[in-house]
């Protein structure tokens, strides 16, 4: 794959796709996590004289967080103490005349990409190539570099579309991304343990049935709802409240898949042994086996509980590689961050080769200060997709451009 050092920037256009996807509230972006994680790649970029076109998404059509990039602006303004100009167009004749009027070390970023329609869906990358937002575009590039690891599950026109017209490169995070992930995936040093919760449950499941299968993990421990469905296929009842809770999610049906797991891999997928409920506003912790569990039936369970985090720190203190993705339970309510708080702080705390990722994991690693972590990653869907063992849309693309124009890359490094 083509790095960054690979070409000469200067007085060339560059398209530089970022994942600045961030959290909102009323109306304003409350982290700058993955801004802070782009800067090497954009700087390296306008430091070597580019003339740069920054483009993100921002959530989905018809939620609360769908923004413009105005914001997104302001903020990268501040980061870099040079101006990134918001351009209220995505590839349209205003986006192209900003595009064709920047001067070396010049950057602005383009409207959220998922304003276009074409970039919703996911499609082939010959598809990608056909729509009008690559069409467009692609004739005022020189370079495309691509630093969404985030996004790198996902096969749309702005993340695959240029592949095979322009050279795409990996940017710095990126890079270090797919450093990281390969190294915990393709180690051989044991115990390797994988901490899997959160509310992906399909996705987690798949990862676990490709570690266990590929004999990448020796131990899997499960927190939050996809807890929740392997204490279920083991056989316990989390009550009628919790159980109704996930029917109304939909994640009941994956019950029989994580059972098979069980059949399969015993003893290897470890369940919480107890659980925090919410009890008239209070935490308060429910052994399975105690007397107590009939609490299931009425109050929500929130957390794992103090045992559980005390058994699960001790198997992360021995481990020499550790992959987490997704919280214990819900941390934004500070009674019922103890879980995550508690198993993160024994990862971080660990000698392993430690990687946390997923939205929600990053945020509970900020809120609470969690240090000692190897690497955190910006990826939750595409962190998940590749230890699940599944191609990468982004990573397949990078493998073609470099095949296509691995020459001109050869021609401009002697020139360099």
């Given at each position: 794959?083509?790095?960054?050092?690979?070409?000469?920037?200067?007085?060339?256009?560059?398209?530089?796709?970022?994942?600045?996807?961030?959290?909102?509230?009323?109306?304003?972006?409350?982290s700058?996590?993955?801004?802070?994680?782009?800067?090497?790649?954009?700087?390296?970029?306008?430091e070597?004289?580019?003339?740069?076109?920054?483009?993100?998404?921002?959530?989905?059509?018809?939620?609360?967080?769908y923004?413009t990039?105005?914001?997104?602006?302001?903020?990268?303004?501040?980061l870099?103490?040079?101006?990134?100009?918001?351009?209220?167009?995505?590839f349209?004749?205003?986006?192209r005349?900003?595009?064709?009027?920047?001067?070396?070390?010049?950057?602005?970023?383009?409207?959220?990409l998922?304003?276009?329609?074409?970039?919703?869906?996911?499609?082939?990358?010959?598809?990608?190539?056909?729509?009008?937002f690559?069409?467009?575009?692609?004739?005022?590039?020189?370079?495309?570099?691509?630093?969404?690891?985030?996004?790198?599950?996902?096969?749309?026109?702005?993340?695959?579309?240029?592949?095979?017209?322009?050279?795409?490169?990996?940017?710095?995070?990126?890079?270090?991304?797919?450093?990281?992930?390969?190294?915990?995936?393709?180690?051989?040093?044991?115990?390797?343990v994988?901490?899997?919760?959160?509310?992906?449950?399909?996705?987690?499941?798949?990862?676990?049935?490709?570690?266990?299968?590929?004999?990448?993990?020796?131990?899997?421990?499960?927190?939050?709802?996809?807890?929740?469905?392997?204490?279920?296929?083991?056989?316990?009842?989390?009550?009628?409240?919790?159980?109704?809770?996930?029917?109304?999610?939909g994640?009941?049906?994956?019950?029989?898949?994580?059972?098979?797991?069980?059949?399969?891999?015993?003893?290897?997928?470890?369940?919480?042994?107890?659980?925090?409920?919410?009890?008239?506003g209070?935490?308060?912790?429910?052994?399975?086996?105690?007397?107590?569990?009939?609490?299931?039936?009425?109050?929500?369970?929130?957390?794992?509980?103090?045992?559980?985090v005390?058994?699960?720190?001790?198997?992360?203190?021995?481990?020499?590689?550790?992959?987490?993705?997704?919280?214990m339970?819900?941390?934004?309510?500070?009674?019922?961050?103890?879980?995550?708080?508690?198993?993160?702080?024994?990862?971080g705390?660990?000698?392993?080769?430690?990687?946390?990722?997923?939205?929600?994991?990053?945020?509970?690693?900020?809120?609470?200060?969690?240090?000692?972590?190897?690497?955190i990653?910006?990826?939750?869907?595409?962190?998940?997709?590749?230890f699940?063992?599944?191609?990468?849309?982004?990573?397949?693309?990078?493998?073609?451009?470099?095949?296509?124009?691995?020459?001109?890359?050869?021609?401009?490094?002697?020139?360099?």
């Amino acid at each position: 794959m083509f790095r960054l050092p690979d070409f000469d920037y200067h007085n060339k256009t560059v398209f530089l796709r970022v994942d600045l996807n961030s959290p909102v509230r009323n109306g304003k972006i409350i982290s700058d996590a993955r801004f802070k994680a782009v800067l090497p790649t954009l700087l390296y970029l306008l430091e070597h004289d580019a003339k740069v076109v920054i483009a993100t998404h921002q959530s989905k059509p018809y939620n609360e967080d769908y923004i413009t990039t105005e914001q997104h602006a302001e903020i990268l303004s501040s980061l870099i103490s040079r101006e990134v100009e918001y351009v209220e167009d995505i590839f349209g004749r205003y986006a192209r005349e900003k595009i064709n009027s920047l001067k070396p070390g010049d950057a602005v970023i383009l409207e959220n990409l998922r304003f276009a329609a074409e970039e919703i869906k996911q499609k082939p990358i010959e598809e990608c190539e056909r729509t009008h937002f690559v069409r467009k575009l692609a004739p005022l590039l020189d370079y495309v570099v691509n630093d969404a690891f985030a996004a790198a599950h996902r096969s749309q026109p702005s993340l695959v579309g240029f592949a095979r017209i322009k050279p795409m490169i990996m940017g710095f995070l990126m890079e270090k991304e797919v450093r990281a992930l390969t190294k915990a995936y393709e180690s051989t040093e044991k115990p390797k343990v994988y901490v899997l919760g959160g509310a992906k449950v399909g996705d987690s499941l798949r990862v676990a049935e490709n570690v266990l299968k590929q004999e990448k993990a020796d131990l899997i421990l499960t927190g939050g709802l996809v807890g929740h469905i392997f204490t279920l296929a083991k056989g316990y009842n989390l009550g009628a409240a919790n159980i109704e809770f996930l029917e109304r999610k939909g994640l009941l049906k994956f019950v029989d898949l994580a059972e098979e797991l069980l059949d399969e891999f015993y003893p290897y997928i470890r369940t919480p042994v107890d659980f925090a409920i919410d009890y008239r506003g209070e935490r308060l912790e429910v052994d399975l086996l105690s007397d107590e569990k009939w609490l299931f039936d009425k109050y929500p369970i929130l957390d794992v509980g103090s045992r559980t985090v005390e058994k699960y720190s001790q198997i992360l203190n021995q481990a020499k590689i550790i992959v987490a993705n997704g919280p214990m339970g819900v941390f934004e309510i500070e009674e019922f961050a103890l879980g995550t708080i508690g198993v993160f702080k024994a990862i971080g705390e660990s000698e392993a080769f430690s990687i946390v990722g997923g939205g929600h994991s990053i945020a509970s690693i900020y809120k609470y200060s969690i240090q000692g972590i190897t690497h955190i990653s910006t990826g939750g869907g595409a962190m998940l997709a590749f230890f699940a063992g599944e191609k990468l849309p982004v990573l397949e693309a990078f493998r073609i451009s470099y095949e296509r124009f691995k020459d001109k890359a050869k021609i401009e490094s002697v020139v360099h």
